[in-house]
C-alpha cells in the first residue's frame, strides 16, 4: 500500500514556486515605529505602492510584518523600512543625495529616505561664486553630500557639497611653489592692489609695491585693469 501511495504522490518541490505568497519579518527600535507608518500611514502606502507589496502590518513592540504575492519586490520593501531607521552620520557622504527643494539661501537635499538636510549656498562649492544655488542644482538632481552637523533638539542636518570633494586650497602649495611664473586674469582692483585668478576660484593677490621696480604706483589701476593677463610670480 505504501509503495503505491509513494507512486501517486508527486515527489517535494525543489523549491518554492514564485507564485506563493511572501512574507517577510523585519524588528525595528521602537523609536521608529512612528517613522517607519508615517502621518497617517502614508509611508505604508508609499511603500505598498512602490514595491506592489500587499500588507505591511506594524505592532507596538516593533516587529513589520510584511506579506505579497508574485510580482512584489519584497527586497526593496525591506530595504526602505530597514533605512528607515537608519541615523545619518557626520562626516559621512551620501552619494544619491536628491535635491527637493531650491530656495535663495540653499536647497533642501534628501539624504536618505524621509531624511532631509539643507546645504547652504556657502557651502556649495570652493571655487564658484554661487550667486544663486539653481545655478549649481535643480529640484531632481542627484548629488554628492557630506553631513556637517546635526541638531536633534532641532531636527537640522546641515549638509556641504563642497565637503565631498576636493579642496582646491589644499593643492595650492603643490601646485604653485614659490617662484613660479603664472598667468592669470586680474578679478579686481583694490587701493592696495589686484587680485589675480590663477585659476576657477583661486586668486591671489599682487600688491602695489610688487608691481614695478621703476615706477612708484600710487594705485594699481595705473598698471592695470580688470580683464587684463598678466604673469605674476609666485
Wanted: hydrophobic share 40%; charged share 25%.
Amino acid at each position: 500500500i505504501l509503495g503505491e501511495m509513494d507512486k501517486a504522490d508527486p515527489a517535494p518541490a525543489g523549491r518554492m514556486s514564485a507564485y506563493a505568497p511572501q512574507v517577510e519579518v523585519v524588528e525595528v527600535p521602537t523609536k521608529y515605529i512612528g517613522k517607519v507608518i508615517g502621518k497617517g500611514g502614508e509611508q505604508i502606502k508609499a511603500i505598498c505602492e512602490q514595491t506592489k507589496i500587499d500588507t505591511i502590518d506594524v505592532n507596538e513592540e516593533g516587529v513589520v510584518t510584511l506579506t505579497g504575492s508574485f510580482g512584489c519586490d519584497m527586497p526593496k520593501a525591506v530595504e526602505i523600512i530597514r533605512s528607515l531607521t537608519v541615523e545619518p552620520e557626520v562626516g559621512k557622504t551620501y552619494g544619491n543625495a536628491r535635491v527637493t527643494k531650491v530656495l535663495d539661501f540653499g536647497a533642501f537635499v534628501e539624504i536618505m529616505e524621509g531624511v532631509e538636510g539643507l546645504v547652504h549656498v556657502t557651502e556649495m562649492s570652493w571655487t564658484k561664486r554661487v550667486k544663486h544655488p539653481s545655478k549649481l542644482v535643480n529640484v531632481g538632481d542627484t548629488i554628492e553630500a557630506k553631513v556637517l552637523g546635526i541638531d536633534v533638539h532641532e531636527k537640522r542636518i546641515s549638509l556641504g557639497m563642497k565637503q565631498a570633494e576636493m579642496n582646491p586650497w589644499d593643492m595650492v602649495e603643490q601646485h604653485y611653489p614659490i617662484g613660479t611664473v603664472i598667468e592669470g586674469t586680474v578679478r579686481n582692483l583694490t587701493s592696495y592692489g589686484a587680485f589675480v585668478e590663477i585659476e576657477e576660484g583661486i586668486d591671489g593677490l599682487l600688491h602695489v609695491s610688487d608691481m614695478s621696480w621703476t615706477k612708484k604706483v600710487s594705485h594699481p589701476s595705473e598698471m592695470v585693469k580688470k580683464g587684463d593677463m598678466l604673469q605674476c610670480v609666485v
